[in-house]
């Protein structure tokens, strides 16, 4: 429950990220989502 997911080689490799996508599903699995970088 406490595990921090880094994904930080995986996005390195793709370059810059213009958009996310939040797939929330109603079986109550997440309770936060951060997003961090500047805006593009």
Do not use: C, W
């Not at 429950?1 to 699995?29: C, W």
Request: hydrophobic letters at 40%.
């Amino acid at each position: 429950m406490d595990k921090q997911h880094v994904y930080e080689s995986e996005l390195a490799a793709l370059g810059p990220v213009t958009h996310v996508r939040f797939n929330i599903f109603p079986d109550g699995g997440v309770s936060r989502l951060r997003l961090f970088g500047t805006l593009a």
